[in-house]
């Protein structure tokens, strides 16, 4: 079985501060790993993807993810937060099925 | 991009009632559809994966006779919530993978979401 954890619930930075959402999974097989990012009231709009191949991954809107296997993690990064970019985040893991597990959001909040 | 429009965006209904919701891709055909309710604050929980011109299939915990999915063509699925009551009250997003002919399966295409108002 496949599963996410994303650790805090809450992020709160400083416009122009670095971004930091942490995601660990779990999967017996090579995963297929996602960020997606919601707003109110909206869908989910991807901001990037891991399926295979290079292990830093660049997305839309400024922000990355690095696979690293040995530490079952996934975590998204931005160098410089945007007042923009507060919305909910959401970590996903899937296998050759294509149903997405999600992990429980963080919430990112941006200050000025 | 693939587009997937769900409609509608926001329902109330009265307690007992029926309510069908529909998730459409616009630009694409999609043989298997997600479902997925999301309650305030919470995370996406994956209801059932609907199959075109087949059965559903449901999650666990997911009841089968209250949550009723169709998906009768390669562009349409609905998912029917039957004599709805408050604790149905969610948020309800479909998903469709590939997007245009020959696009990755693994990526996953959002409607905008349904939010259901139970009185």
């Known amino acids: 079985a496949q599963s996410v954890t994303q650790l805090g619930s809450h992020v709160s930075v400083s416009e122009g501060a670095l971004v930091l959402l942490r995601c660990n999974y779990s999967?017996?097989?090579?995963?297929?790993l996602f960020w997606y990012v919601q707003y109110p009231n909206q869908g989910l709009q991807l901001l990037l993807k891991y399926t295979t191949g290079a292990t830093l991954v660049k997305g839309i809107n400024g922000f990355e993810a690095e696979f690293k296997k040995s530490e079952t993690s996934f975590h998204l990064t931005k160098p410089s937060a945007h007042m923009s970019d507060a919305a909910e985040y959401f970590c996903a893991v899937s296998d050759s099925s294509y149903k997405l597990i999600f992990g429980s959001g963080t919430r990112l909040l941006v200050r000025p | 991009g693939a587009v997937v429009s769900q409609h509608p965006s926001w329902v109330i209904c009265k307690s007992g009632t029926s309510v069908k919701i529909e998730c459409r891709s616009l630009d694409f055909q999609a043989t298997t559809m997600f479902w997925y309710r999301q309650f305030p604050k919470q995370s996406l929980m994956l209801m059932a994966t609907?199959?075109?011109?087949?059965?559903?299939?449901?999650e666990q915990g997911v009841e089968k006779d209250k949550f009723l999915i169709n998906h009768a063509s390669l562009t349409l699925s609905t998912l029917t919530v039957t004599s709805a009551h408050p604790e149905d009250s969610s948020f309800y997003i479909c998903?469709?993978?590939?997007?245009?002919?020959?696009?990755?399966?693994?990526?996953?295409?959002f409607g905008a979401g349904t939010r259901l108002s139970v009185l």
């Open positions: 609907s199959n075109e011109g087949s059965k559903a299939t449901y």
């Open positions: 998903s469709a993978p590939g997007g245009q002919a020959g696009g990755p399966k693994n990526i996953q295409y």
């Open positions: 999967s017996s097989v090579p995963p297929y």
